[in-house]
């Protein structure tokens, strides 16, 4: 039976995917956190110089290159969190609880094309950055349902860019919605966090905050990682639903 056709809202999206997040947030938080925590233990203890123009100069060739490997981990990890959380969040929307080990063994068998996704999104949401904001943000939009079809459809990675273009035709505006709240809640949780502790404002500035206030914001950072990962499947879900009318079971099937 096809599903009643349902509009794409941001709110309904957002709040969709804080219940899927709340039902499962140790199993996601703790994926969030095993897989982000070594490369930003390498940004606080071997990066801060590369945050301060003036220490440019005294790093060695090793250490560049070994910032491109961190940050080329970074996109690896980074998806492999994403591709596992939208598995996850899948089998959550179809009643189905999914253990943390069986997730991340889902984000691991897409590994590499999730990552080559990233990089070619990257390159050309980059350019659209340099070029004028506004096309890197109209080309981040289009592809910003790339690691769901990729995790969920398979059809390769270009064809996977095609398909998010495809997707998100007509809500790309709401779809940034749907980025900026999180985003804009995790600063402001950050911000007042500092604040009231004293422990120094590291969400954006961690070479001046306390040891405490770093860790306390990598806390908030990766949980804002881990829902901003819940409503990237939940937008995909409910864009589908809207557009081609399938149940999460159809969507789902794939994985039986």
Known sequence: MRAQQTPFRVWTCLGRALSVLGRNFVPFYALAILITVLPEIYTQVFGLASVDPKNYAFRSAEMWILDGIVWLAGIVLLNLLSAAIV???????????AAIGECVRRGLSLIVPTFLAAIVVTIVAGAGFLLLIIPGIILLMMYWLVIPVVVMERPGVFASLKRSAQLTKGVRWKLLGTILVPVAVAAVIGFVASQVTGLGFAFTAPQHGSTVGIVVSFLINTL??????????VAYYDIRQSKEFVEIDQIAAVFD
Do not use: C, I, M
């Not at 996850?88 to 609880?97: A, D, F, I, M, W």
């Open 224 to 233: 804002a990682s881990a829902y901003y990962a819940v409503v990237n499947a």
């Open 87 to 97: 598995f996850g969040t899948t089998q959550e929307l179809r009643g189905r609880h």
